[in-house]
């Protein structure tokens, strides 16, 4: 993510507090056994391209599991089943190999290369977005 790392519960609750605040964001908590591992969910809605903004995140030591691959192979199949969207897209630092390789796994494509303001930094970051195209089901 391109925002600060949390030293405190504090900043982890203003978190909360600003994507409860985002109508469209909706955030679902990754737990293994009763510990907290992660995140994702939805961040924005994009109405004028029709597409949804996702995010996640995972403890680094449970990378190169499978964890994240299954949660988003699920949640690309209950977006797509459920909602009515042309597709889904996320944001990644081109240096988050990790995570470009995860997305393209599960089926996104490297379409933009765009720059955008990083808390982590506070300065300009080039930042790669990766879309999934909802393929149209036809019923007969």
């Given at each position: 993510m391109n925002i600060e790392q949390f030293s405190s519960i504090r900043q982890a609750e203003e978190m909360i507090k600003a994507i409860d605040a985002e109508p469209d964001a909706i955030r679902y908590t990754i737990f293994l056994n009763d510990e907290i591992i992660g995140s994702f969910g939805i961040n924005e809605i994009n109405k004028h391209e029709n597409t949804i903004e996702i995010g996640y995140e995972l403890a680094k030591e449970h990378w190169r599991k499978g964890i994240m691959t299954e949660l988003l192979n699920q949640f690309l199949i209950l977006l797509q089943t459920n909602l009515?969207?042309?597709?889904v897209y996320a944001k990644v630092l081109p240096e988050n190999i990790a995570s470009i390789q995860l997305l393209e796994k599960v089926g996104f494509k490297a379409v933009?290369?765009?720059?955008e303001w990083d808390l982590a930094i506070q300065s300009m970051s080039k930042i790669l977005i990766f879309k999934h195209f909802f393929?149209?089901?036809k019923i007969c």
């Open positions: 009515n969207f042309s597709g933009e290369e765009t720059e393929e149209k089901i």
